[in-house]
């Protein structure tokens, strides 16, 4: 699922082919840009919105993407040090979920509508603040 999840749409090498509402395509840079951290984030409009309730940071800019390992992982990933379990971060996790940040990554692609009902649940950093998402040490 993990591999396929990337062959649907999230991988840096897409990103640039993300289309609006009206099928024009957004361009790399509105999809994806670097935080003061050093860290690639994805901002699309939902996923955004979306983070800033999670969290309850209204000052967030973008969700983090992991930013090491080969061109296949660093801005293909979530950083697991923001979303924990996730299926889509470039860790190898025991029970991995597939959240709404990913469902709705994937609707922002402008290519699917997507069921958010089928997403599961995560509680990593849900409702912490700005400071969990821009204070980046986070024991597991």
Request: charged share 20%; proline share 1%; aromatic share 10%.
């Amino acid at each position: 699922m993990h591999e396929l999840t990337h062959v649907l749409g999230f991988s840096s090498n897409l990103y640039q082919y993300y289309q609006d509402r009206n099928l024009n395509t957004l361009g790399k840079s509105v999809i994806m840009n670097k935080r003061r951290d050093g860290h690639f984030q994805i901002r699309t409009h939902n996923v955004l919105n979306f983070a800033k309730h999670y969290f309850g940071c209204n000052s967030m800019s973008g969700v983090a993407l992991e930013n090491s390992g080969g061109s296949g992982t660093a801005g293909s990933h979530w950083e697991r040090s923001e979303l924990g379990d996730e299926a889509m971060t470039g860790a190898d996790i025991n029970e991995p979920s597939y959240s709404l940040f990913t469902i709705i990554l994937l609707h922002d692609s402008g290519w699917y509508n997507v069921d958010v009902s089928m997403a599961d649940d995560i509680t990593w950093g849900l409702s912490e603040g700005c400071d969990f998402v821009n204070k980046k040490c986070h024991a597991r």
